[in-house]
């Protein structure tokens, strides 16, 4: 089993649609959690921290299950721009990250 | 602006050639890391460093060496290029939040 897991893509969805994915991670001991956004063809950007209560960026909302060992991100109102492939991100105790392999969204007019 | 910088952008390569792809950050970052970017596999770890003089190896480091001589410059050697190493690298320094990539190197190796 990968470390870290996301929904297949894509996700093609209509302008102002409510769109979510999902991330599993492996490591129970796993400490932190991320979301990144990554344009085709760009690197990757931090679109949010993920905290145990939950947290809200805008049109953003970040979500974390310990015991489910699950996160997830929730976009609202979906605007063209959001068109990227979003990229799970966890630690563990050590130095490195793990990145899933991303949830392509297109946003579509 | 402060950030990554990677260089060069596109690099084509015969296969047996060897080559160093360049990393700088000016943020004072101590930790610093290579990835490669593969179709529906995701960012993968190839070298990490924790500070200047130490460095370790990732997931996949075979094929590649790396050095940290000073905090600010992260270099990736390619020692003999194949095929298999075709792909996007992607250099980044890690502060508390997470990280900073630097825009890429797309090697192509023929």
Same mark, same amino acid.
């Given at each position: &089993?990968?470390?870290?897991?996301?929904?297949?893509?894509?996700?093609?969805?209509?302008?102002?649609?409510?769109?979510?994915?999902?991330?599993?991670?492996?490591?129970?001991?796993?400490? %932190? /959690?991320?979301?990144?956004?990554?344009?085709?063809?760009?690197?990757?950007? !931090?679109?949010?921290?993920? =905290?145990?209560?939950?947290?809200?960026?805008? &049109?953003?909302?970040?979500?974390?299950?310990?015991?489910?060992?699950?996160? %997830? !991100?929730?976009?609202?109102?979906?605007? !063209?721009?959001?068109?990227?492939?979003?990229?799970?991100?966890?630690?563990? =105790?050590?130095?490195? /990250?793990? /990145?899933?392999?991303?949830? &392509?969204?297109?946003? !579509?007019? | 602006?402060? @950030?990554?910088?990677?260089?060069?952008?596109?690099?084509?390569?015969?296969?047996?050639?060897? +080559?160093?792809?360049?990393?700088?950050?000016? +943020?004072?970052?101590?930790? +610093?890391?290579?990835?490669?970017?593969?179709?529906? +596999?995701?960012?993968?770890?190839?070298?990490?460093?924790?500070?200047? @003089?130490?460095?370790?190896? @990732?997931?996949?480091?075979?094929?590649?060496?790396?050095?940290?001589? $000073? $905090?600010?410059?992260?270099?990736?050697?390619?020692?003999?290029?194949?095929?298999?190493?075709?792909?996007?690298?992607?250099?980044?320094?890690?502060?508390?939040?997470?990280?900073?990539?630097?825009?890429?190197?797309?090697?192509?190796?023929?």
């Amino acid at each position: &089993r990968k470390e870290v897991e996301q929904d297949p893509g894509p996700f093609n969805v209509p302008e102002g649609a409510t769109v979510a994915f999902n991330c599993t991670y492996s490591n129970s001991a796993s400490q %932190s /959690f991320f979301w990144y956004r990554q344009d085709c063809r760009k690197e990757p950007k !931090l679109l949010m921290s993920v =905290y145990s209560s939950g947290n809200e960026d805008g &049109r953003f909302t970040a979500q974390l299950n310990r015991a489910s060992q699950y996160i %997830s !991100l929730l976009i609202r109102d979906s605007k !063209l721009s959001d068109s990227a492939t979003y990229l799970c991100v966890v630690k563990g =105790y050590g130095q490195n /990250f793990v /990145f899933g392999p991303g949830t &392509r969204l297109s946003v !579509l007019p | 602006n402060a @950030g990554v910088t990677q260089t060069p952008k596109f690099q084509v390569l015969k296969t047996g050639q060897s +080559m160093t792809l360049q990393c700088a950050q000016d +943020m004072n970052h101590e930790y +610093m890391s290579w990835y490669r970017q593969d179709p529906g +596999m995701g960012l993968r770890l190839i070298h990490y460093s924790v500070g200047a @003089g130490i460095t370790d190896q @990732g997931e996949v480091p075979n094929g590649y060496n790396v050095s940290r001589s $000073t $905090t600010e410059d992260f270099p990736l050697r390619l020692l003999s290029a194949a095929p298999s190493q075709t792909s996007v690298y992607f250099c980044a320094s890690r502060h508390r939040d997470g990280y900073t990539f630097g825009s890429g190197t797309r090697l192509t190796v023929v």
